[in-house]
């Protein structure tokens, strides 16, 4: 089946500007989580939703949003983009209550120059 | 606040050595997870487990959980170099599905 797809793979942007970063989860899955992985502070949760509904949110300012659409796939934000926000961020997919683990995408790397 | 430690954080070991990561978290968890990332890429589950006692292995790799002391190992049998990856565990606390990561423990096997 496949896996989780997440787009675009590689983005470069300017100081100041917006990003939208998308994630498509694998096939019967309603639950999508998003992760922001930097080498300082290692992998830090941003939020997590199921069946259209923001569950749980990580300590992240405002400019990091996001939403999920009725078919499961998910966007993320972020506004007023800053140096910091450089990161890979990391996109997973897992059934409620999953015991089989959560299954990531191959992640967007953000440059922000 | 769940916290979660792994040690060591940097690994150079020789291929057909044993060695052993250890992942310890500060609070009652209910699912732990280890995960592997090679450079540039996403993680790859590795295992999870769910209770007390839970003992997984897969090729030279085999995980572990102590629910009581809050410890998780990751046990490497005869160490070959494609094993050389960063491995990560990470928790779950009640019922959430948010995940809590350690550092990662950067694994270099040597010839």
């Known amino acids: 089946k496949a896996g989780v797809t997440q787009t675009p793979r590689y983005l470069i942007k300017t100081r100041g500007q917006q990003v939208t970063l998308s994630c498509s989860p694998i096939s019967g899955h309603r639950s999508v989580s998003w992760y922001q992985q930097t080498p300082g502070q290692g992998l830090q949760f941003l939020f997590e939703y199921f069946s259209e509904t923001q569950r749980n949110k990580g300590n992240f300012p405002g400019r990091f949003s996001g939403r999920q659409f009725s078919n499961s796939r998910s966007e993320m934000n972020v506004s007023t983009l800053e140096l910091g926000d450089s990161a890979l961020y990391l996109c997973a997919s897992s059934l409620q209550g999953d015991n089989y683990g959560y299954t990531f995408g191959s992640g967007t790397r953000l440059t922000v120059v | 606040e769940l916290k979660v430690e792994q040690n060591p954080l940097f690994l150079s070991m020789q291929e057909g050595k044993n060695y052993t990561i250890y992942c310890n978290y500060s609070t009652t968890s209910d699912r732990l997870y280890w995960y592997r990332q090679d450079p540039g890429k996403s993680l790859e589950s590795l295992f999870v487990?769910?209770?007390?006692?839970a003992v997984k292995q897969e090729g030279r790799l085999m995980a572990s959980l102590d629910t009581k002391a809050r410890l998780s190992t990751l046990h490497i049998t005869a160490a070959v170099h494609d094993l050389s990856a960063t491995y990560f565990c990470?928790?779950?606390?009640?019922?959430?599905?948010?995940?809590?990561f350690g550092k990662g423990t950067k694994l270099t096997v040597n010839p």
């Open positions: 487990l769910l209770s007390n006692g």
């Open positions: 990470a928790v779950t606390l009640g019922g959430s599905e948010k995940l809590v």
